[in-house]
């Protein structure tokens, strides 16, 4: 299998403000990554990296075999999915569902003059139906619920046959069921051998889908711990990355954690 995402000792700072600090880490395409760390840790800095929207202060990134720097970052970015809810805020209100989905085809956010083909509406109505949106396909993307909005985002994010699928926070904000309904999509996409390698950032370990195979604990600028959920995620590399004592427990593949 061959690597998608390469850190080789990163750091990156802004505005004095050093945010990343020799960072190491890599990724495989058959791999489904989550990222967790507490609020400010670079997490979003870290995905922002991972899709050329920012350059390492030192040290190298390199994405689908090239290092950025040296690459057309708008055709490597086509190569990628990425949702965030940065990007919520950028689609216009009044575009239908197929429309929002449909566009990432042209990697533009609201439908004008471009000219679509048959095998582009198929692809999204069959990418709607996948993420249990196709009852939605002509609503206007401002009249739907967050979760919805968020199943709508990763329907977009898949709709070009990514190579690696980046999702920030798919799961903040949504209500029990909304989060549940979305594990369960997540789930089924990353078990199967046919997805892209994944990066997910959350706040929660309870947000993690079974199916993903590896996780990364951000703290500090650097990296806690990085390696198989199994070994990696254990209640002293929780402890240590948001500074307090955790229990840790796991259940039929989903992880609750406790302050103790
Ligand atoms: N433009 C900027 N100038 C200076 N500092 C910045 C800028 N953007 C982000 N930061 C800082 O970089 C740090 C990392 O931010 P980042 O958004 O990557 O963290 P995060 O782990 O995603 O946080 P959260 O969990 O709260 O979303 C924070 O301390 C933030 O204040």
Same mark, same amino acid.
């Given at each position: 299998?061959?690597?998608?995402?390469?850190?080789?000792?990163?750091?990156y700072?802004r505005?004095g403000?050093?945010?990343?600090?020799?960072?190491?880490?890599?990724?495989r395409?058959?791999?489904?990554?989550? $990222?967790?760390?507490?609020? +400010?840790?670079? #997490?979003?800095?870290?995905?922002r990296?991972?899709?050329?929207h920012?350059?390492?202060?030192?040290?190298?990134?390199?994405?689908l075999?090239?290092?950025?720097?040296?690459?057309?970052?708008?055709?490597?970015?086509?190569?990628?999915?990425?949702?965030?809810s940065?990007?919520? #805020?950028?689609?216009?209100?009044?575009?239908?569902?197929?429309?929002?989905?449909?566009?990432?085809?042209?990697?533009?956010e609201?439908?004008?003059?471009? #000219?679509?083909?048959?095998?582009?509406?198929?692809?999204?109505?069959?990418?709607?139906?996948?993420?249990?949106? =196709?009852?939605?396909?002509?609503?206007?993307?401002?009249t739907?619920?967050? +979760?919805?909005? #968020?199943?709508?985002?990763?329907?977009?994010?898949?709709?070009?046959?990514?190579?690696?699928?980046?999702?920030?926070?798919p799961?903040?904000?949504?209500?029990?069921?909304?989060r549940?309904?979305?594990?369960?999509?997540?789930? +089924?996409?990353?078990?199967? %051998?046919?997805?892209?390698?994944?990066?997910?950032?959350? =706040? =929660?370990?309870?947000? $993690? %889908?079974?199916?993903?195979?590896h996780?990364?604990?951000?703290?500090?600028?650097?990296?806690?711990?990085?390696?198989?959920c199994?070994?990696?995620?254990?209640?002293?590399?929780?402890?240590?990355?948001? +500074?307090l004592?955790f229990?840790?427990?796991?259940?039929?593949?989903?992880?609750?954690?406790?302050?103790?």
């Amino acid at each position: 299998m061959s690597g998608v995402l390469e850190f080789s000792d990163v750091s990156y700072v802004r505005n004095g403000n050093r945010i990343l600090n020799g960072v190491s880490w890599s990724v495989r395409e058959d791999q489904r990554w989550v $990222i967790l760390g507490p609020n +400010g840790a670079g #997490k979003t800095t870290l995905m922002r990296l991972a899709t050329g929207h920012e350059h390492p202060t030192s040290g190298t990134v390199t994405v689908l075999g090239s290092q950025l720097g040296t690459v057309n970052i708008f055709e490597l970015r086509n190569r990628l999915g990425f949702a965030s809810s940065a990007q919520a #805020k950028r689609i216009p209100a009044n575009e239908t569902v197929i429309n929002t989905v449909m566009t990432a085809a042209y990697s533009v956010e609201g439908r004008w003059n471009e #000219k679509y083909e048959d095998l582009d509406v198929r692809r999204a109505e069959r990418v709607l139906s996948e993420w249990g949106l =196709h009852d939605l396909s002509q609503r206007t993307f401002g009249t739907l619920s967050d +979760g919805e909005q #968020k199943r709508t985002l990763i329907a977009r994010a898949v709709m070009t046959d990514p190579e690696m699928l980046l999702l920030d926070e798919p799961a903040s904000s949504l209500d029990l069921g909304a989060r549940e309904r979305l594990l369960q999509l997540l789930s +089924g996409y990353a078990s199967s %051998p046919t997805s892209p390698a994944m990066v997910m950032v959350t =706040h =929660h370990v309870e947000e $993690i %889908p079974p199916g993903f195979t590896h996780a990364l604990l951000l703290s500090g600028e650097r990296v806690i711990a990085a390696g198989e959920c199994e070994s990696t995620l254990t209640a002293e590399a929780l402890s240590s990355t948001f +500074g307090l004592e955790f229990n840790l427990t796991k259940d039929h593949d989903r992880y609750t954690a406790r302050a103790l």
